[in-house]
C-alpha cells in the first residue's frame, strides 16, 4: 500500500500526489517534468473545453515556430527586457553556427505579430483570431511539478481588432471563458480583475488575471487575458486601410493558460488521501469494484453484472472501469482509485447480486448508499452533479474564509499570520506605496476586483486611494 | 481572382496552393513554415482519426520534455550517428552557459527510454503503449513547405513489450492504423512493408512503411513504425522481472506520422483549379452559395432558405456555410471555394425556391445536379461517400499505372524515363549491389512488398535474389 504525507504538509503532499498517482514525473533535464497519460488526459479535457468555447467566439487554432529570432524580440522593448532573463537560445544547428541566434518562444507575440504585418491589409482581414496549443520555454531559477517548469503547455490566443473598443471586449470574453473553466468546470473559485501596473504583461496596455487560493493561502495565477493595445501593432508595423480610406494600427489582444492549472487541480481539491477529481476531468467518473474474498472468488455471476452495469453507464455517457483484477484485495483497490481521485466507486458482491442493489462510495464522502440497479445510471449522474457542486461550494467556503479586508499594514501582518490569503487594500497607485506594501508583507499586489471602491485612504501615505487591490503571497 | 499555375509545373503549382488556400506560410526563420487554420483543421482531423484508433489498441498520449541531454543521444551509437548532423543544440539558458549541451528533440526515443527504465519493474507493468502529439526539430538544407521543414509536427508513440512477438505485433498493428488513415481516410494509396537495412530507421531492428506516389512520379515516406529489438532496452538499461523470476530486457517500438502528410494529401488530390479534399478532413463539407444578380438581391426568402438547408445539413452531421457576403459575385465564390478543396456545392437562386429543388455540384466533377429540397441532407451524404470513393479510385489508379517490374537496369532506367514511379526489381540483399541501383537510377529503395516472391536472380550481379523491393525517387 503506498502512503502519503498529510496535506498539512503541503509542499511534500504535492509531490507526493503527482509522483504516486502517476500524473508527472520528473525529467532528467534540469527543471523539466513528464506529463504522463493520468496527467495528460486531465490537459486534454482542458483542450476540449477551451476548443468548444474558442470556437463559439471564432477563434482557429494555427502552428506558428518555436523559433524566434532574436531581433523580433527586440521590437518590443518591454516584451525583451520582460523575457530575455528567461530564454533559451539555439546558436547552432547541424553542422551550422547561426548567423543570428534563436530564442525558444517563451511566448509568441513577436512571431505571431510578424505573420499578421504579412496578412492583414484591410478592415475586411479584421478581426483576426486564432489559437495555438503548444511547449513554451522559460528557464525558471527554481522549479516545482506542473507549477513552474522550464517547459510547460499551454494555449496561447492572439487577436486583432479594428478598434480599441472591441480588442478591450475581446480580452473580457476570454476572461469569462476562463472563469467558466476554472470556476466550473475544475471547481476552483478565482479572483477576477486587472493586474496593476507592476504585474503587467511585458507589452500589455491591460492585464486581466484570475487568481486562486491554495490550501498553504498562497494565491495563484491561473490565467491571464491582455489587451495590447496598439503596442505590438506599432512594433510590427501591422497596418490596415479601413473603410474611410486611412492607413491605422490595430488593436491586439493575447491570452493563455498553461498545464499550471493542474497543479492548482490538485492542490485545491486534494486530500491526505490523495487526488479529488471533478468529474469532468476525470477519465474514469466511476470504478466498479466486485467484493471477491477468499470465499466469494471471481465467478460468472459477478463479471456479468459488473459488465452489464458497465453497460449501463455508457448508456448515459458515463465512462467506467470495471476492476477485474483478482491480484489485489477490494480494500486496496478502494484506496487506490480513491488515491487517484475517481469520482464514484461502485461495489458489488454476493448479497448487491442477490437483492439487485449496489453499493456507491462518493469520492467526497464516507458515506455508503444502496441503489437499486436499476437506477444505476440516472443516479450515478445525480451523484457527479453533485460531486461537481459540492466540490465548488467548499473550495469556494475556503476561499471566503481566506479573503481579509484591511486598513493597515500591521493589520495586513496580523492577518496574513492568522489566516493566510488575499487581503484587500487601499492604495494611491504610486509604486513607492505599492513597493512598501510588498515589502512589508512579503507578498505582491494579484488583482484589483472590478468595480472595486474607488474612494478612501492609501493606506501607506494618506493621500486619497486610486483603487483596491488584493494582496497575497504568492506561487 | 487568385490564379494558379497549372498543375504539370507541379511544384510552383504546390506552393502556390498551400499559400493560397492559407493552408500555410513562410515563417521568418529558415526552413520554418506556420500552419494556418485551414491547414491545422487537417492536422486536427487527423489527430482525431488516430487518437481514436489508438485508443482501442490501449495506447495513451503523455507529453516528453523537448530537451534531450546529448549523452543520452549518445547511449545508443546508431541512433545518434543518425541524428547528431541534423540536430539543433541549446548551450545556453537564460543568463547560464548550460554544463551539457541539450539537443532539441530529433525524435524521442533516448529521452522516453529514460523514463520508462525508471517506470517499468515487473512484467505486469507490460505492455507500455504512449504516445506523444509534438513538434520536432531537423536542421535540414533544403526545405519545402509540409514536405520537409525544420520543425514539423507529428505523432510518436512508444511502446514496450514482454516479447519480441509481441513488439512485431504491435507494430503491424500500427502499420495498419497508418494504412487505414492513408488509404481510407485520406484517400492516398500507399505500398506498404519493409525497407530495406540500408533504409532502417537509425537503432531499429526492422522499420515498416508506407510510400504513398506524387504526380510528378517521386515517391513519399508517409508513415513508419519501427521494431526496435532490444537496441533501446539495452542502451537505457530498461529491465523487467519476469513471471519466471529473471530478469529481461523488454522489446520496444515506435512509430510516426508527421504533417508532411498534409503535403502529399495536397499533391495527390489537388487540380489546376487548386484544392480537392477528401469529405473526413474537409471543415466545411458543403459551401451554399446564393445566386444573386443585380436583379435578385439578397432577400429575406433567399437568407431564410440558406439557413434552412445548413440546418438540414446540420442535422445529418454535416457542417456547412453559408456564403452570404455580397462584396463577391457568385462566380467568385464558386472559383474560391472549388481552390479551397469544398467537396460539395449547392446554389440557390430565385428558381430553386419556386422549384423547391437544389443544385449540387461536386468539387471532383463538372455536373450540375438537380435535387428535391426534402431530400437534401440525404443526397448531399451519399454524394459525400462517392466523393471519397471516386478519389481513392482515381489515385490507386494512378498509382497503379505507375507501378512497373523491372528485369535489368537499363529497362528500369527506360521505365523512369516513360512513366515516372515505383519500379520493382529482384537483389540479393548485398549493399554494392543495391547501390549500384541507386547510382543508375538515382533513385533509392523504397519498400520490400510483403510476400514479395523470392526467388528469380539480382539484376545486378546475377545472383539468388533475397528479395523484391520496390525503388524510385523520392521526397
Redesign the interface.
Known sequence: MKSLPEKKNLSEWFTQVCLKTELA?Y???RG??????A???I??RIRDFLDREFRELGV??????????ES?LLKEKEHIEGFA????????????ELEER?A?RPTSEA?IC??FA??VRSYRDLPVL?NQW??V?R?E?TTRLFLRT??F?WQEGHTLHRTEAEAEEFALKILAVYERLLGEFLAIPVLVGEKPESERFAGAKRTYTLEALMPDGQALQAGTSHNLGQNFSRAFEIRFLDSDNSEKYPFGTSWGVSTRIIGALVMVHGDDRGLVLPPGVSETKVVIVPILTKEAKLNESLLSKGREISDRLREKGISSYFDERTEFSPGWKFNEWEMRGVPLRIEIGEEEIKNKTLCVKKRTNEKRERVKEEEIGARCEVFLKEIQEEMKKKAREFLSERISRVESLAEAKRVLQEKPGFFLISLCGERECEDRVRQETKSSPRVIPDGGKRGGRCVVCGSEAKYEVYFARAY
Chains 1, 2 share one sequence.
Not at 32 to 37: A, F, G, H, K, T
Request: proline share 9%.
Open positions: 514525473d525529467a532528467p533535464v523539466c517534468m513528464v506529463i504522463r497519460p496527467g495528460f488526459a490537459w486534454e482557429r487554432n494555427a502552428y506558428f515556430p518555436i523559433f524566434i529570432p523580433f532573463p528567461q530564454c533559451a537560445w539555439v546558436e547552432r544547428g547541424g553542422e551550422e534563436l525558444l512571431i510578424s505573420m504579412k496578412w486564432v503548444v511547449n520555454i528557464w531559477k522550464t517547459e503547455l
